[in-house]
């Protein structure tokens, strides 16, 4: 080997000896915050009963505060400009959306505002999606190949342990 090459090649290997001892002073990579909402639910009033009590059911497992729900969430809410704000926590802030699919969501403008946080989600294809159905009435931007439970036929606790 010429000297010329031997000189490149002791060169490149004191780089590679310096970038690995970086590699290793380095501190881990941490991992990412815990989001403040373990579950966020998106629903229309008229479901409310039903998932009132799905919501205390979650409650149990993860604490008022780890369960966007609006009844629990209520001195907060009394805000000025709530649809920007609920959009991101829905967004920005929930471990997992679950979405209670059925004729009426597709009619509520509450709904649709969680709803565009929501798809924004999917577009950017993150995973922190549960699709419930009640119904099979239409919604806007979920297709036949988006997977669901139906939950028209379970009882409420086994509706939290599937979410849970």
């Excluded at 149990?60 to 009394?78: I, M, P, Q, S, T």
Aim: proline fraction near 5%; charge should be negative; hydrophobic fraction near 40%.
């Amino acid at each position: 080997m010429p000297p010329e090459d031997a000189d490149d090649a002791r060169k490149l290997e004191d780089l590679l000896r310096g970038y690995l001892a970086s590699k290793k002073r380095r501190a881990p990579d941490l991992p990412a915050p815990a989001r403040r909402f373990a579950v966020a639910l998106s629903f229309p009033g008229e479901t409310r009963h039903r998932v009132a009590t799905i919501a205390l059911h979650l409650a149990k497992r993860f604490g008022r505060d780890g369960v966007l729900y609006d009844k629990f969430h209520e001195a907060e809410f009394a805000r000025p400009n709530l649809d920007v704000y609920l959009q991101d926590l829905y967004h920005a802030h929930a471990e997992l959306n679950v979405v209670f699919l059925c004729t009426d969501y597709e009619a509520k403008e509450w709904c649709g505002l969680e709803w565009r946080a929501i798809r924004d989600l999917i577009k950017h294809r993150r995973q922190e999606i549960m699709l419930l159905r009640i119904d099979d009435g239409p919604v806007s931007g979920v297709f036949s190949i988006d997977g669901y439970i139906d939950i028209s036929n379970r009882d409420d606790a086994a509706v939290a342990n599937a979410i849970a």
